[in-house]
């Protein structure tokens, strides 16, 4: 393999575990530790999943922002507090996450497993 082929191998395969690596600052917590911080009025919850999914199912005190409105939405939060997402998966509260983080927020907790895991 020469040089260019070993590069490219290197760039791929530090996107990828970008990718996959916990966000420094997120928290990721299960659907215990969600549910423990519904009695905080301090804390905001965000459902990312798309309107039509939201209204299906969705838990209180979750308010819907899709992840395709999120950069648009997101002054309307407050950075001071403490931030709780959640989608289907876990997938897009992810890259929520990473957008709340890169726009200065620091409680940040992503729901792992997402409305999946919701029992």
């Known amino acids: 393999m020469g040089i260019i082929e070993w590069i490219l191998l ?3 395969f530090a ?4 990718r996959f690596m916990p966000v420094k ?3 990721n917590i299960g659907v215990q530790e969600a549910k423990a911080k519904f009695k905080d009025n301090g ?3 965000i459902d990312v999943r798309t309107p ?3 209204k299906a199912n969705h838990r209180k005190p979750f308010q819907n922002i ?9 002054e309307k939060l407050d950075k001071e507090k403490e931030v709780v ?9 992810t890259k929520a996450a990473k957008m709340l983080k890169k726009n200065g927020f620091q409680k940040i907790y992503n ?5 999946s895991a919701w029992i």
């Open 10 to 12: 290197i760039i791929v």
């Open 15 to 18: 996107f990828l575990v970008s």
């Open 25 to 27: 600052g997120v928290n």
């Open 43 to 45: 804390v905001q919850f």
């Open 52 to 54: 039509g999914e939201y």
């Open 66 to 74: 899709p992840l395709s409105n999120m950069s648009s939405e997101i």
């Open 85 to 93: 997402v959640i989608c289907q998966s876990g997938m897009r509260s």
């Open 111 to 115: 729901v792992k497993g997402g409305m």
